[in-house]
């Protein structure tokens, strides 16, 4: 069964009537979402958080863990993260011994191909939800919400929120935490507001990121040697390189049907801001669908890095990350 997002976010209780329920795609913010929302109506539940590379190498634990809840009615939220096809097997194993309890997976992009994917689309008691990455409209309206009563929100100061956050929901949640920590009497002011969300080092970090991305070694390692790199964003300079990455993946898998790049950038969604629209041209023109997968895989690797290592040099591995950028951009 396909569900929509939207729907599931106006009323999480209605995945109640699914054994198992699968949420994937690229926004991290809204699956993190799903999640505190499923602990908060099973409150009364033991979690259970796994990763699925565990249960595949004991791949009886998950369903002697559901076996044993059924003899003895004890019900635990179970939740399975980096699911991919290769759970799949132990799923269709699992699903005959599932009566009251929910099993909810968390994935990354899966394509169509996807075995996973399709096998919780086309099934009647299980769900797929895809949660694909917020639009502009959709982040001023939970910015507003989430602010409602605060004097001096307008256009302007939304708008500065949302351009922090590289459009990421999960990186917006926690500008709101530090806005309505920063004014406690709910009047915001706007100098106030640009320096609390580093509007500054973000804007130099983007200028650095669209550099290397279009190959130019002089000004990258100008740059480099310039940018401050605050170790709290790590996570969302990643973000705003795999959102450029993946921008330019969406330009290449256009390419077959228009080869004009001024009319593929605006068939887009979400749109693309009217100034990053030549910068995104350029680096194209550099990026084929090959150097685009490889990079790819060492910002995932990366990723992987910066949350699992709390001993690594965070701005060493960035700048690496930049230098691998350029030097994939000008790969002959």
Partial sequence: MILKSYIIEQNINSLA???MILFYGENQGIKKEFKDNLKTIHKNKEVLNLFQEEIIKAKDFLINEISSQSLFGEKKLIFINEANDKILNILEELNEYIQEDRIFLFGDVLDKKSKLRS????SKEHASVACYQDNEIGLK????NKLAGYSGIDNQTINLIIQSSGLDRGKIYNEIEKIKNCFKE???EIEKLENLLNLKTNDDFSQLKDEAIKG???NTNKLLSETIFQTENSVYYLNSINQRINKLNDIENLKHKEKNLDTIINQLKPPVFWKDKP???EQSKKWNKKRLQEILKKTYNAEIELKSNSMIRKDL???ML???LCSTANFS
Avoid: T
């Fill in 322 to 324: 930049i230098l691998d």
């Fill in 279 to 281: 910068i995104l041209i």
């Fill in 186 to 188: 709910k009047k915001i």
């Fill in 317 to 319: 591995l960035l700048k």
């Fill in 119 to 122: 096998y919780f689309e086309k």
């Fill in 141 to 144: 309206k939970i910015i507003s």
């Fill in 216 to 218: 130019n070694k002089f």
């Fill in 17 to 19: 009537q699914y054994k």
